[in-house]
């Protein structure tokens, strides 16, 4: 028997590994080297692009996408467009997931606000995302947020959350 909540999983710094994949394409080691000035240039230089359909998986994908299935049955995604680049953005994003994930998600949002899927279809649902104001404005809601950040975090940060979350 499965857990009847929706396990919505975030892309960008959970399942896709965008601050590595941003750090090459601006040519730097991290980020955080850019000025404010240049980070926007590279920003400004994603619209259009495919960009986001290039992102190589973050190392703990595959194993996020497990523990989610095991949990719920099945996972949807919840990921937020590029401001200034959103038709495209979601165009991209759907291609980076056709290619990533296998099974596919049940069901795909890209949107800017993620609160509103807190209890999407009557259940107390839980996100996984490495945004603090996405997690905390999704407990506001009623959910149940787990913050994880693939470059940072273990694994095992989300296996325990799974286990304490009651349904
Ligand atoms: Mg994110």
């Given at each position: 028997m499965h857990n009847r909540a929706i396990v919505f999983l975030d892309m960008d710094g959970v399942l896709a590994d965008f601050f590595r994949a941003f750090a090459d394409w601006a040519g730097v080691n991290h980020w955080k080297e850019l000025t404010e000035e240049?980070?926007?240039e590279e920003l400004d230089r994603i619209i259009g692009s495919d960009f986001f359909a290039n992102i190589p998986k973050t190392p703990s994908c595959d194993q996020i996408i497990q523990l989610a299935l095991g949990f719920s049955g099945s996972y949807s995604i919840l990921s937020s467009p590029l401001r200034n680049d959103e038709e495209n953005t979601i165009i991209q994003k759907k291609i980076w997931i056709q290619k990533n994930l296998s099974p596919l998600?049940?069901?795909?949002?890209i949107v800017r606000e993620k609160f509103p899927f807190a209890q999407y279809q009557g259940t107390k649902n839980i996100l996984i995302d490495d945004r603090p104001d996405n997690i905390i404005q999704?407990?506001?809601?009623?959910?149940?947020g787990i913050r994880?950040?693939?470059?940072?975090?273990?694994?095992?940060?989300?296996?325990k959350e799974l286990i304490n979350i009651q349904l």
């Open positions: 240049e980070l926007a998600p049940e069901e795909i949002f999704w407990k506001e809601a009623g959910g149940f994880y950040q693939a470059n940072k975090d273990d694994i095992e940060l989300i296996e």
